[in-house]
């Protein structure tokens, strides 16, 4: 499915191009949040497009929405350098913007690449623990789908 397929595209590329590692990228809101930073990817709108489907109806397009919306707090990431004779842990500190703002870099980068837009990024308050940053992004596009592979 056209949805799945772009969530696990997003997925992938935040985790090899993020150096938060250790984030939790989720398709809906979970009970509650205990990873930081969590990323919730949610589709809002899959429609078809008719004006890219082929007369034998062997490829499709959709009209896609997504609301992208990132969970984050200060995060400490720990590493390990083997320089020496012994490895010696590493910890930096980043703030929860810092955090943010290189999230909110990607995820747009993501969907640039693929060929949406961006509606909409606003800051939101998290009523449950205002302690969490929160950000929501919403974007559009078209995808086209042919014999279960995405083109962008």
Known sequence: ???????????????A????????????????????????????????NAQGKTTDRSE??????YRVSIFTKNVTITTTNDLGSEPVQESIKYQDRQVMDELKE???????????????SRRVDNLRDMSILRQEM?????LASWNNSLYF
């Open 1 to 15: 499915m056209i949805e799945t397929d772009l969530f696990l595209e997003y997925k992938n590329y935040m985790l």
């Open 17 to 48: 191009n993020s150096k938060f590692k250790d984030m939790l990228i989720v398709p809906n809101t979970p009970e509650s949040l205990v990873k930081f930073p969590t990323i919730v990817m949610m589709e809002l709108n899959n429609s078809d």
């Open 60 to 65: 499709y397009v959709s009209r896609l929405s």
């Open 106 to 120: 990607l995820t747009h980068n993501f969907f640039n690449q693929v060929g949406f837009n961006r509606s909409s």
């Open 138 to 142: 919403t974007f559009t596009g078209n």
